[in-house]
């Protein structure tokens, strides 16, 4: 098990390294003699280190094979854990170099918050002005988004079938949802089949930004943080700063298209879309916005603004945080009560299973409603056998005891996220905001951290700990303590002799 996940870790850098080619080229274009070092360079010394790796492992296997006289062994599921909790933190750490070498960020915390919050998709940014930094930075911190957002692990399954550990399990330990599964035969189909559609649908949306005015290089920066569901962008006023309601209606809709399950899509297109009339998950997901959006557009046209306005503010930042995006079309900070407190509710929702959205998944919620009317139809009518239903069907047995212990699992941290920012000198109502924002994924809270505000002013231990919380937030909880588990090689994660 031990060697898994440095494996997995080169590997997974190695397509990190590709992916500073393009941020790379732009350097190079713009004459940016700081900016073409600070990506060339780690791309150089990944590569060699993934090369290296990558034959060394190959020589193992072959003289395994020589002496056992077999292939590789059964993937094991705490290899799966360890190498994508392993493959995630190196990601993160590797992405935090080129913004460190690029002059940009002045610390190291800096970069690795900004890396952090790139990857998991969460937009959180310590840049008080995103604008003066260079656009080579500012694309290398949308493509995290987008690269991210669909997963490093589902990327290399896709590319790199011969890695040998486990494939579903790999994609499992990452997916987010509690139920996972493949949509085709093979599991390498499926990630390159939900990748095609991510690429797609990636080039549509920057062809409609386009249309909208915005130039190509920013049509693409904020269809990787849309698709992405991450939220950074090239202005300081995000979408605001463009005054374009088309902009912003196309986000609207691209935002809402990332937070549905991937799945959705894939059946659609091969027509087996005959079950989706009884999804329970998109039903709800749908029903929370239309109802967030009605009831902050009744307070904003209660407040003053016109109703088509006020319709277009309300379904943007609805859409913004119930999809754990965290663009801003304006600063909901200054809205009334009643639109912001629909705005900190959505803050626990959260997008699809099998989506780019963070959160605790509308599902998860669906099913706990569910079970709590079953539970009082039962109490009043305890001589009848009532059953919650999902998608149509009797819900799995187990299904809403490990819902309700994620569930738990996910306050517990945001609550310990909580008092970690309240000792280190933040307001309550901030401290909790923000610990909800980055477990998940979200990215703006309310206050100071809110979406006219940033994270820079943080201490650099709270940086680390809003760090950890982003990371656990993007890979499901039990996966990234699982990880600290293997890790520091507590009992319970050992591997079995």
């Given amino acids: 098990m031990t060697a898994v996940p440095p494996l997995a870790c080169s590997f997974f850098l190695a397509l990190c390294g590709?992916?500073?080619l393009p941020p790379l080229v732009v350097a190079l274009r713009d004459g940016e003699s700081a900016g073409a070092r600070a990506f060339a360079l780690p791309a150089a010394a990944v590569f060699a280190a993934a090369a290296v790796a990558f034959f060394a492992h190959r020589r193992l296997r072959a003289a395994s094979r020589a002496v056992v006289g077999g292939g590789p062994a059964a993937p094991n599921p705490r290899a799966a854990v360890a190498a994508v909790g392993a493959a995630w933190t190196a990601v993160c750490l590797f992405g935090a170099v080129p913004l460190r070498l690029s002059g940009?960020?002045?610390r190291f915390v800096d970069a690795l918050f900004e890396s952090t919050s790139g990857f998991t998709t969460t937009g959180a940014t310590v840049l008080a002005d995103v604008e003066s930094v260079s656009r080579s930075v500012n694309l290398w911190r949308c493509e995290t988004h987008w690269l991210g957002g669909m997963g490093v692990i589902a990327l290399a399954v896709a590319l790199v079938p011969f890695l040998g550990i486990g494939g579903l399990r790999l994609l499992n330990a990452e997916s987010t949802g509690p139920e996972k599964g493949k949509l085709t035969a093979r599991i390498k189909d499926t990630a390159r089949t939900l990748w095609l559609l991510y690429v797609g649908l990636t080039?549509?949306?920057?062809?409609?930004?386009r249309l909208c005015g915005m130039t190509w290089f920013e049509s693409a920066c904020h269809a990787f943080s849309t698709l992405g569901t991450g939220g950074f962008s090239t202005r300081n006023a995000s979408l605001a700063a463009f005054a374009s309601p088309a902009a912003e209606w196309v986000c609207t809709i691209f935002m809402l298209v990332a937070a549905l399950n991937f799945g959705v899509y894939y059946r659609?297109?091969?027509r087996k879309g005959e079950g989706l009339r009884s999804a329970t998950e998109p039903r709800a997901f749908a029903t929370v916005v239309a109802a967030a959006a009605a009831i902050a557009t009744v307070a904003l046209a209660r407040a003053g603004e016109p109703v088509g306005r006020a319709f277009r503010l309300a379904a943007f930042q609805v859409s913004s945080i119930v999809s754990t995006t965290g663009f801003a079309s304006a600063?909901?900070?200054l809205w009334p009560p009643a639109a912001k407190m629909v705005l900190f509710a959505l803050l626990f929702i959260g997008g699809c299973s099998g989506s780019t959205a963070g959160g605790v998944k509308a599902i998860r919620w669906a099913v706990l409603a569910k079970e709590a009317l079953a539970g009082m139809r039962r109490f009043l009518h305890p001589r009848v056998m009532w059953t919650s239903r999902i998608d149509g069907r009797p819900a799995p047995e187990g299904l809403a005891a490990g819902v309700a212990g994620f569930v738990a699992a996910y306050l517990a941290l945001v609550g310990a996220v909580s008092l970690a920012g309240a000792f280190a000198g933040l307001h309550p109502w901030e401290s909790f905001t923000a610990a909800l924002?980055?477990?998940?994924n979200v990215g703006p809270a309310f206050g100071s951290l809110?979406?006219?505000g940033n994270y820079g002013a943080l201490s650099p231990a709270l940086k680390l700990c809003h760090s950890f919380a982003m990371l656990a937030g993007r890979l499901e909880i039990f996966t990234m303590f699982a990880f600290l588990g293997w890790l520091f090689r507590f009992p319970s994660v050992r591997s079995t002799p």
Avoid at 203 to 209: E, G, I, P, R
Avoid at 437 to 440: A, F, L, Y
Wanted: proline share 8%; with cysteine.
């Fill in 18 to 20: 590709v992916s500073l």
């Fill in 104 to 106: 940009s960020f002045p």
């Fill in 203 to 209: 080039a549509l949306q920057t062809c409609l930004l």
């Fill in 268 to 270: 659609l297109l091969a």
């Fill in 331 to 333: 600063d909901f900070d």
């Fill in 437 to 440: 924002s980055m477990v998940g």
């Fill in 450 to 452: 809110g979406p006219a």
